[in-house]
């Protein structure tokens, strides 16, 4: 059994910066892709970041410049730091991560509880 718990979601103004971050435990032999998603309400959920267990990082357009994903292999954890923060970053995030239970080619998906991102004008 594997668990992603998520903290640092709250309530910023804009311009502010808030540091997310999520954190795998249980049955973890190797953990692949970690990434964070949004999802605002009436809106489909959104990749925000992803980053491999080898570095290679990927950002949605709208947090270029913005928003750094970083990972700590060793404790299982990404960090998403979220600067410059405006009103239109206002969702829940979720925590995904690609994790294999043991050595071989089988991999399940994980997501979060999510962690609410509220950004006021």
């Known amino acids: 059994q594997v668990q992603l718990v998520e903290s640092g979601g709250g309530l910023v103004q804009a311009g502010g910066s808030l540091r997310l971050s999520c954190a795998a435990s249980?049955?973890?032999?190797?953990?692949?892709?970690m990434a964070w998603y949004r999802q605002a309400p009436g809106k489909q959920r959104e990749l925000v970041a992803d980053?491999?267990?080898?570095?290679?990082?990927n950002y949605a357009d709208s947090v270029k410049g913005r928003f750094t994903i970083s990972r700590d292999n060793a404790k299982n954890t990404v960090y998403l730091q979220m600067n410059s923060l405006s009103p239109e970053d206002t969702s829940v995030y979720y925590c995904?991560?690609?994790?294999?239970?043991?050595?071989?080619?089988?991999?399940?998906?994980?997501w979060g509880q999510g962690t609410q991102v509220t950004v006021s004008s």
């Open positions: 249980g049955i973890i032999f190797k953990i692949e892709n």
């Open positions: 995904n991560a690609a994790i294999y239970p043991k050595r071989g080619p089988v991999f399940f998906a994980y």
């Open positions: 980053i491999t267990s080898g570095g290679s990082i």
